[in-house]
């Protein structure tokens, strides 16, 4: 069984944004992180056991500013923990899954992450990470 680990939601403006979810969610956000290589910062509150990921792109050709100027702010994926991630690709690459990285690569929050092309999940780009 998959435990949800996040929900990532694109942004804007993290300035704009985390005092906007912090009155939403009644939580201080407790923690932001550049990830360089997927040109992104990111902002963290917690909900009980699931996290909330506030991503804000920090270059016009990053992934986050490319899905704002497609779709508009808003969900832009789901992660689910797993303990290991890399047979947790190879299962689903074996079920017809489509990887959108043949490793897994260093994200956010000290986690080792893959993406699932949204064509094969009904749309929704889906995030497995892994505890380094």
Do not use: W
């Not at 550049?34 to 506030?54: D, H, P, S």
């Not at 789901?78 to 303990?83: D, K, N, S, Y």
């Not at 990887?99 to 993406?115: M, R, S, T, W, Y």
């Amino acid at each position: 069984m998959l435990k949800t680990e996040h929900i990532g939601i694109a942004v804007k403006s993290l300035a704009t944004s985390v005092p906007l979810f912090e009155k939403l969610l009644n939580s201080e956000c407790y923690k932001t992180e550049m990830v360089e290589g997927e040109k992104v910062n990111t902002a963290f509150f917690r909900q009980g056991e699931t996290k909330i990921e506030l991503l804000e792109s920090i270059s016009e050709d990053g992934v986050i500013a490319k899905f704002i100027e497609r779709k508009g702010e808003g969900l832009h994926h789901i992660a689910f923990e797993v303990a290991d991630i890399k047979e947790e690709m190879k299962r689903l690459q074996a079920e017809g899954f489509i990887l959108l990285n043949e490793e897994p690569k260093k994200g956010a929050d000290n986690k080792l992450v893959c993406f699932l092309h949204p064509k094969g999940t009904n749309g929704v780009l889906v995030e497995l990470c892994q505890s380094v």
